[in-house]
């Protein structure tokens, strides 16, 4: 979740449950000639909108289209940067992204022999589980379910504290060992004493670089090796946590065997000479479009205490963000446009969504962990992360 | 319905129902600062949008929000030009309206003391209907209920057939008297020999003219004095066709009885000095805006056949009617957006609504006309419009 954008790839899958393995991931490339603004007429341009489609198992009389509803990075590589178009950056919003699908789908049902009748069910996970979820909401006219994974849809100004991410990503350290979150904990508060950073300027993005790397692996501890954010073995928490079983915070030893966990996130491979902490390992995940959504509509408020989490205290400053934004991007984010467009928890209109939630994945905290009516249900997993756009 | 525009005034209302009739339009006027484009980041200009807010007879205590979702024209006199602002042409569109609305809403909400819980009720006639009907189908979370008087939501392109209306047309003035209906059938297959008219051009004029004028008479054969789009006595189609009572086809008093017919329309306050045939008389409603409507998003088919209908044969041509948009306001018409964006008929996820219509009213034949749902009510009146925005 951390680096997303605008679906420019969509996957578009037709098949029945039972061939998803033998399929192989076999589809046909296609371009969509989609409008660059759904909502207006002043930039009236289109784009050439890449997706995926596989009808090989397909029953071709009407049956049922799973559509994909995107993620963050190029989607049949996932890792791979597809790039950043600023000329379009400004419409780069999840309202034009559904609009995008809503499209698509009604181009694919009229030209496709045999679709016109067909259910459409949307799934995603994380920022696609978000889309999922508000793609049924917004058009259920065109989608007939969703399935919405992982999917923080509450992770918004005034929905969920700021600071219950930090404390799952807390736990799941703790869970695993707690020396382990001691040993992490202790240098939060005392990395100040590390010699080798020049400056403040490097000690803060040394920090930031940390703060990310934890979370990423809450979010990324699958019980099988993956390359979601990073190429990583399975189970990376408990792999970081075996060079932190012991540590002796009067030690210089403790920071190498720091450094020797966090190598397992950013160079798992070892194909790096060095870590270079003013880079996230996720900017694969062509982060400029997250980035740029971050700081505009998906305001997602996180803190931190120190208390009920092992980070250094950081409160939630939305003026500092908000010119950190201007700076960088020159706009000026909403965060209450996520709450207004799509209704937060006030969604109990909507009908025929699952939310599936892994309970270790700290986004949970933003997830739909309840049931809302007898259509709107809520799976939650007592382990891992149940996103399948991740798996 | 002929003329409208985004609507940049909202009558925003807070009363019992009991207490209607003694406010006598006492309100206050107040300007929000609206964002010209909700669903980007590329123009992030602002502008002033006014609303009307009574709050007299409101509970102040959580009571509920009476919500009228704007028209054509200015609201608080209604046929007044508000001018059409053609910097912001390009995002007047019904998705950026209604996200008007939301923002208003939340605003309201959270700056006006007890409303903070109140529960909404957006009510409007004729394009204000559909917008009422759309605001609860697309943001359910911020609107509990719709009232949706004369909403033709069904007369887009595949919805309804196209020669629906001029029928309801046609059969309102036969409903009068069968010889009325029987004069004007003749003009319109006759009206070539007609000297005054210089050359082809004006000729088309004056029937697209007519054709319009008895569009409106329809629409507003209210039985009550009124001036929705024009100064109007009750019933007009009656007082037209009282001058058609014996048409004699072969003599010219027959063209002066039509002149004195359309008179009614036209010149009912006897303050014209001749007919502007170039003008239709509903151009007082802004029509500029509603005109850059119908040729991007509010694309409403029309067809004449002069067999079921008394026009001169006419068919939708809808390359003609997108190269003369083009020509005008150099945007193409994107015909399949309302279906894509609202869904047309296929609404059955929605709730909540009312849709009324009066059968007379040509426009009904777009409207929702049975229940479709236990809570998507259709009321119809075997009688005249029903719009609330027009009465």
Chains 1, 2 share one sequence.
């Not at 892994?358 to 986004?363: E, T």
Request: net charge negative; charged share 20%.
């Amino acid at each position: 979740m951390v680096h997303m954008m605008r679906p420019l790839t969509v996957l578009f899958l037709f098949f029945t449950t039972s061939s998803v393995i033998s399929l192989k991931y076999r589809y046909k490339t296609y371009y969509y000639k989609q409008q660059v603004d759904h909502f207006g007429f002043t930039n009236v341009d289109k784009f050439p909108q890449r997706y995926l489609f596989c009808d090989e198992s397909w029953n071709k009389n009407g049956g049922p289209i799973f559509f994909y509803c995107g993620n963050e990075g190029d989607i049949s590589l996932f890792a791979e940067n597809t790039g950043f178009n600023t000329t379009y950056s400004g419409y780069l919003t999840s309202e034009q992204a559904l609009a995008d699908y809503a499209d698509l789908i009604n181009h694919i049902k009229s030209t496709v022999k045999g679709a016109e009748k067909s259910p459409v069910i949307v799934f995603g996970g994380s920022y696609g589980g978000m889309l999922a979820s508000w793609f049924r909401m917004k058009y259920p006219h065109i989608v007939d379910g969703a399935i919405a994974a992982s999917a923080p849809i509450l992770q918004f100004v005034g929905m969920t504290p700021c600071g219950k991410f930090g404390q799952v990503v807390t736990k799941d350290f703790t869970d695993q060992s707690k020396a382990c979150s001691e040993g992490i904990k202790w240098i939060n508060e005392n990395w100040k004493l590390c010699r080798p950073l020049k400056n403040k300027e490097d000690l803060s993005y040394l920090k930031e670089f940390l703060t990310n790397v934890y979370g990423n692996l809450a979010m990324a501890d699958y019980p099988y090796p993956a390359s979601f954010l990073a190429p990583l073995p399975a189970n990376p928490i408990m792999r970081v946590c075996e060079f932190l079983k012991h540590p002796n915070f009067d030690s210089t030893d403790f920071l190498l065997e720091l450094f020797d966990g966090i190598s397992v996130y950013f160079n798992y491979t070892k194909t790096a000479r060095c870590l270079d902490h003013t880079k996230d390992a996720s900017s694969l995940l062509g982060d400029e479009g997250w980035d740029f959504q971050a700081c505009t509509e998906m305001v997602m408020p996180f803190c931190y205490d120190g208390k009920s989490d092992f980070f250094e205290p950081t409160p939630w400053n939305f003026t500092e963000y908000s010119e950190m934004c201007y700076s960088k991007w020159k706009v000026m984010p909403r965060p209450l446009m996520p709450e207004i467009q799509y209704g937060g928890s006030k969604i109990r209109a909507a009908s025929n969504i699952v939310f599936s939630n892994g309970l270790l994945d700290p986004w949970s905290t933003g997830g739909v962990l309840k049931n809302l009516t007898d259509s709107l249900i809520a799976v939650n997993y007592p382990g891992r992360s149940s996103s399948p756009g991740s798996s």
